[in-house]
């Protein structure tokens, strides 16, 4: 309805709208985050948990509606049948924005359980939203550089320790965790500087999703394996350029995996074997989806 605005008022219209809709859905859960942090013990922190995630649906239902007011974008996905609010998942995904969260958010709101992704510890400094992650309970990690860990070994691993324990967390009710598994936004630069074999992906990081699927694999339902694409947009993509309304459309796939009985309750860091089968298998899953993003751009040329 607002795409008639020049961009730089629609972004700024964009923007003042999130903020207004963060702030004031923040402000409802102040009440019950003070609990949570004041009470401890599991048996109201889980409740307490509860009550906050169907907050944080209103605040994502008022947020596709802020898109659709304020962006003349076509969304253009298919494979988003066929799940259920009552089952736990795992969705692996490429990334190509900062605007991936938002639309994949907006694509899957009351289709699958709440989406939970692993976040960089120091946006736990997020204004509002650092607090709110983490009382949602999203896994925050702490990441270390190949130099850091060769001075620290003690440190090797921690990482792989805090999602196990988060994992154990998630067990208790149905959960989504999605996980990108090129661990940052892909472009041409960050390809090419650590070569990787694939045109349109950066190489995937498989400890994450691998301890996902040794610690609750019993609990999914399924993988669910989707693929972004902005067809009309070069990258890198800045969420600025979503909100001025500089993106035109983007392609989703998704698609339904089930879960290679022969991953489940292994163990990622210690079973050489386990480790090998499941790089291949993230390597040849990896493959499909450069192939497929060939094919969506291919499509949408004209």
């Known amino acids: 309805m607002l795409a008639f605005l020049p961009g730089p008022v629609r972004g700024t219209t964009a923007l003042l709208l999130y903020t ?7 402000t409802a859960m102040i009440p019950f985050v003070i609990i949570k942090v004041l009470i401890p013990a599991e048996g109201v922190r889980h409740p307490l948990t509860r009550i906050l995630t169907n907050i944080v649906w209103a605040w994502i239902h008022i947020n596709g ?4 007011l304020t962006q003349d974008i076509e969304i253009d996905a298919q494979g988003l049948e066929g799940f259920s609010q009552d089952r736990s998942y795992l969705v692996i995904s490429n990334h190509r924005s900062w605007a991936d969260i938002l639309v ?5 709101r009351r289709r699958i359980p709440f989406l939970k992704f692993f976040i960089k510890k120091e946006l736990i400094w997020v204004p509002l939203l650092g607090i709110a992650w983490w009382a949602l309970d999203f896994p925050f990690m702490k990441r270390y550089s190949k130099e850091f860990i060769e ?3 003690e440190l ?7 999602t196990r324990k988060y994992c154990e967390k998630f067990k208790r009710s149905p959960n989504t965790v999605i996980n990108f598994l090129e661990g940052t936004r892909f472009d041409e630069k960050k390809r090419d500087k650590q070569q990787s074999p694939h045109q ?14 040794s610690a609750m694999g019993e609990c999914l339902d399924a993988i669910i394996d989707v693929t972004i694409v902005y067809p009309k947009n070069s990258t890198p993509l800045p969420f600025w350029s979503f909100l001025r309304g500089d993106i035109p459309k983007v392609v989703v796939r998704a698609r339904r995996l089930e879960i290679p009985s022969e991953f489940v309750g292994r163990n990622y860091e210690q079973d050489q ?6 790089l291949t298998w993230v390597n040849e899953l990896w493959a499909k989806k450069d192939r497929q993003i ?7 040329q004209t």
């Open 20 to 26: 207004i809709n963060t702030v004031c859905i923040f």
């Open 65 to 68: 509606f802020i898109l659709r």
């Open 104 to 108: 994949l958010q907006h694509l899957w």
């Open 151 to 153: 001075k620290h070994p």
């Open 156 to 162: 090797k691993g921690k990482d792989i320790e805090t």
């Open 200 to 213: 349109y992906l950066l190489k995937p990081r498989a400890g994450g999703a691998a301890v996902v699927l």
């Open 273 to 278: 074997d386990f480790r090998q089968q499941f």
């Open 294 to 300: 060939e094919q969506i751009l291919r499509q949408n």
